[in-house]
């Protein structure tokens, strides 16, 4: 139980501010008024204490008075960052309290107003830290503070019956008993809020690594039908080789079917390291893969479906076969994440291969109408960066100070960091 804490004495001795959980971010407005409120709290509590420990003990007691008001700030102060700390010394303050009730000054101090009973005004400050403190120990943490609020609470009590009787006394362990609950129900709300946060954590990763999966798996479904057309061009144009070259010697005719095969075998590879990261429900893709070429049919369709798009296109002579779809897959979720977020908008579309590989920009402004409810949740935009990554190249994808929004990719073509 020592080494969890919770016992007597890590609450009054061997514990550790460091021991409790951190706080929660409560405060929700503007810092200026949470310093104005905790400003002006301080100003009455300070006004409260000062005048109700004057009147009970006399003017020959100052500096008994400003020990008592200094026990008496110290913990609200300290209740944030050193919680252990300050409901210590808020105990201690309402010891060192009920103690000084014991020397009252020798005239006769007590009459109708609220400074005539000291002992009230050093509850005030230990309840809220009481309860914060509780809010942010561990599981066992809690009840040797919670002994200690309900031995005070007695005290104060016992302290009053001279003069109110048994009242003083009831209603102090009620008071220290509701918050001592009410600490505890904000203790469970703070890990349930914690335990809802982890969750959500795991969820947004499991989903990034989800999506990343699936468009690894549908860029290796692409890249085999980009290699495997190649290879099987190799594979047919070596096997022949023998029939439409004439005077082929035997040794060329053996050494271009052993390239057939050799293709043949790396296409059956392929397929198989397709089929691995293939989900069990795609179907294999049958049809030519994009390019470039089909750009201007792309920007056609979709300004047929009522976007308006200014387009440049420039280059795309000698761009390898796999840099070709990844524009072209691009393009197509640029577009479509225009088309869906921001409706009614100028889409602005370049392509252009220049020194620096193949750049590609499209940029949308503010939406001109209400965009309709989307399930989308940002996978597109991680698949755009994956072909990236695959390819190597630059990626910058974010919204633009007018409210809209920005795609900027430059592909790497194989030459160009050489030049």
Not at 225 to 237: F, K, M, T, Y
Not at 248 to 253: I, K, L, N, R, T
Not at 366 to 389: F, H, M, Q
Request: charged residues 20%; hydrophobic residues 45%; contains cysteine.
């Amino acid at each position: 139980m020592a080494s969890n804490g919770g016992s007597l004495g890590w609450a009054l001795l061997t514990g550790r501010d460091a021991d409790l959980e951190p706080p929660s971010a409560w405060w929700r407005g503007p810092a200026w008024v949470k310093s104005v409120l905790v400003a002006s709290s301080l100003a009455v509590l300070v006004g409260l204490t000062y005048g109700s420990w004057a009147r009970y003990l006399g003017g020959s007691s100052l500096l008994l008075v400003f020990f008592l008001l200094l026990l008496q700030l110290a913990p609200p102060l300290l209740a944030v960052r050193f919680p252990l700390t300050a409901v210590r010394v808020a105990a201690a303050g309402m010891v060192s309290a009920i103690i000084a009730t014991l020397f009252p000054a020798p005239y006769a101090p007590f009459g109708p107003t609220l400074s005539d009973w000291p002992l009230q005004v050093h509850v005030l400050p230990y309840l809220p830290v009481l309860a914060m403190t509780l809010a942010r120990t561990k599981t066992g943490q809690g009840w040797g503070i919670s002994l200690i609020a309900i031995v005070l609470a007695t005290a104060v009590g016992v302290a009053g019956v001279p003069r109110a009787g048994t009242k003083t006394l009831v209603w102090s362990l009620i008071v220290v008993t509701v918050t001592i609950v009410a600490g505890y129900g904000m203790q469970q709300r703070r890990r349930a809020l914690e335990q809802a946060d982890v969750a959500e954590r795991t969820t947004v990763e499991e989903r990034g690594k989800r999506a990343a999966l699936q468009e690894r798996a549908l860029i290796a479904r692409e890249l085999h039908d980009i290699i495997g057309h190649h290879l099987s061009l190799i594979a047919l144009r070596t096997d022949s080789a023998r029939y439409r070259v004439p005077d082929v010697s035997d040794a060329a005719a053996e050494e271009f079917r052993a390239l057939g095969a050799a293709a043949r075998e790396a296409l059956d590879e392929a397929r198989r390291l397709v089929g691995v990261l293939r989900d069990a429900e795609a179907e294999p893709e049958h049809e030519p893969q994009p390019g470039l070429g089909e750009v201007p049919s792309l920007i056609d369709g979709c300004r047929a479906s009522g976007i308006e798009i200014r387009a440049e296109l420039s280059g795309g002579d000698g761009v390898p076969a796999m840099i070709e779809l990844a524009a072209y897959r691009i393009l197509q979720e640029a577009l479509s994440n225009a088309a869906r977020h921001s409706p009614g908008s100028t889409v602005d579309v370049e392509v252009r291969q220049g020194t620096d590989g193949l750049t590609i920009l499209v940029e949308n402004g503010p939406p001109s109408r209400s965009a309709a409810p989307s399930a989308g949740d940002g996978t597109g935009l991680a698949g755009i960066a994956e072909r990236v990554t695959l390819i190597g190249g630059s990626c910058e994808t974010g919204p633009r100070a007018d409210g809209g929004f920005r795609v900027a990719v430059t592909l790497e073509l194989p030459g160009v960091s050489d030049a």
